[in-house]
């Protein structure tokens, strides 16, 4: 499999089948499109890797696709729950909203940094693979090598002493006109 030419033949008799398989999978040819072809690249890449003991490479490119599907759903379950959260849909945000939670993130920067700080580390590295690497707290468990329940409760703990640090803090953009008192 080490010869690109003999990789090619493998593209025809696979990438019609794996593609039916993706598309079923995701119910969208054109991401399919796009995974098939990162299958055949990743699998081009790693071709040295390839055991010539396997009699088939089928399996081999399916398993790719499957990485890559999962990874799709992965990355696609991390946006719909970051959007559940945040209530903003980056895709559609106007320009204007974008501009607002800039002037409002940069209102918060310092009094978040000094909430971060005053965290233990424990608690900050459970808030902020959470808040900030959309885990999960099954992810965030197995990634500190903690207890479900350890993540929960200092998860809790960072939550409140963070609510403590921003109280005096209102989120909310005010526009000109209504700091004028003209709203």
Known sequence: MADPEMFAGLYDRHAAGLHRYVARRLGDNSLADDIVGETFLIAFRQRGRYSSDQREARPWLYGIAANLVGKHRRTELR?????????????????????????????????????????????????????????????????????????????????????????????????????????
């Open 79 to 183: 946006a719909y729950r970051a959007l559940a959260r945040t209530g903003v849909d980056p895709v559609t945000e106007s320009h204007a909203d974008a501009v607002d939670g800039q002037v409002t993130a940069q209102s918060l920067r310092s009094p978040l940094a000094a909430g971060l700080h005053r965290l233990n580390e424990g608690d900050r590295h459970v808030l902020l693979l959470i808040a900030w690497a959309d885990f999960s707290y099954q992810e965030v468990a197995a990634a500190l090598g903690i207890p479900l329940g350890t993540v929960r409760s200092r998860l809790n703990r960072a939550r409140k002493k963070m609510r403590v640090a921003l109280v005096d803090i209102d989120p909310t953009p005010t526009s000109q006109s209504e700091e004028d008192g003209h709203a």
